[in-house]
C-alpha cells in the first residue's frame, strides 16, 4: 500500500518563497506528481519526478529523494493566484496514482 | 481546458436512488481513473481501466460500479445511496501506462445525497 503525508496548511507572504514538503511510503513507487488544485475546481498537473534531484519549471520546482521517500514543491515569487491547495501523488507499478490529502496555502499580501 | 469532459455538473439525489456519472477522456487517452473528494479531504482512487479492461481497484463500495466502453468513455454507477456518498466526483484520464504520463482531470461532478 502506500502512505502519503503533507502539512495541512501552510501562509506565506505575497513575493516570498514556500516549501511544501511531502514524504511517502510505497511498495512500488514509479514516479512522483505535484499537482495544483484550487477550491471547487479540477486538479491540474504542476511537475513530475520519477529520479532524484530538482526539476524546475518557471516559479515552481519539485524535488526527489527517492531514498528518503521525500519530495518537496518549492514555489518563488508567490503571487496571490497560488492560493491553492497543492497535492502530493505517487504513482505505482501498476499505473495507481495515490493521492496525499493536499496542503492548503494561503499567500497574503 | 483539460479535454475530459465529465457530465452531468450537478446532480442531487435522495438516499436510497441510483445514478450514473459519465466521462469522455481526452482524445488519445486509454486510461480512464475515478476519484471521490468529499468536503475538505483529499481525492480517495476508486477505480482505473485501460483499454477497456479494469487495471486497479481502490476504496471502491460494492454499491460502486464501473467500466469503461469500447469508444474509450467510462460510467460510474452508484447504487443505494447514503448520506455520506455526497461528494465531488472526478474523472482523469491519462496517455496509457507511460509512468510520466499526468492525470488530465475534468471538472467534476457535485453528487448531493439528501
Known amino acids: 500500500g502506500q502512505n502519503i503525508d503533507q502539512p495541512t496548511e501552510m501562509t506565506a507572504t505575497e513575493g516570498a518563497i514556500v516549501q511544501i514538503n511531502c514524504t511517502y511510503q510505497?511498495?512500488?513507487?514509479?514516479?512522483l506528481f505535484w499537482y495544483q488544485q484550487h477550491a471547487g475546481e479540477a486538479p491540474t498537473f504542476l511537475s513530475y519526478?520519477?529520479?532524484?534531484g530538482l526539476e524546475e519549471k518557471g516559479r515552481f520546482s519539485s524535488f526527489l529523494s527517492r531514498s528518503k521517500g521525500y519530495s518537496y514543491l518549492l514555489l518563488k515569487e508567490l503571487q496571490m493566484k497560488d492560493s491553492a491547495s497543492y497535492l502530493c501523488?505517487?504513482?505505482?507499478?501498476?499505473?495507481?496514482?495515490?493521492f496525499g490529502d493536499g496542503t492548503t496555502l494561503t499567500v497574503k499580501p | 481546458d483539460s479535454g475530459v469532459t465529465q457530465t452531468p455538473k450537478h446532480l442531487i439525489t435522495a438516499t436510497g436512488q441510483r445514478v450514473t456519472l459519465r466521462c469522455s477522456p481526452r482524445?488519445?487517452?486509454?486510461?480512464v481513473y475515478w476519484y471521490q473528494q468529499s468536503l475538505d479531504q483529499g481525492l480517495q482512487f476508486l477505480i482505473q481501466?485501460?483499454?477497456?479492461?479494469?487495471?486497479a481497484k481502490g476504496n471502491i463500495l460494492e454499491r460502486f460500479s464501473a467500466q469503461q466502453f469500447p469508444d474509450l468513455h467510462s460510467e460510474l454507477n452508484l447504487s443505494s445511496l447514503e448520506l455520506g456518498d455526497s461528494a465531488l466526483y472526478f474523472c482523469?484520464?491519462?496517455?496509457?501506462?507511460?509512468?510520466?504520463?499526468?492525470?488530465?482531470f475534468g471538472n467534476g461532478t457535485r453528487l448531493t445525497v439528501t
Open positions: 482523469a484520464s491519462s496517455g496509457g501506462v507511460a509512468y510520466n504520463s499526468p492525470l488530465h
Open positions: 510505497t511498495s512500488g513507487f514509479n514516479g
Open positions: 482524445s488519445g487517452d486509454l486510461s
Open positions: 481501466y485501460y483499454n477497456g479492461e479494469e487495471r
Open positions: 519526478n520519477v529520479l532524484d
Open positions: 501523488a505517487v504513482r505505482s507499478n501498476a499505473g495507481k496514482s495515490t
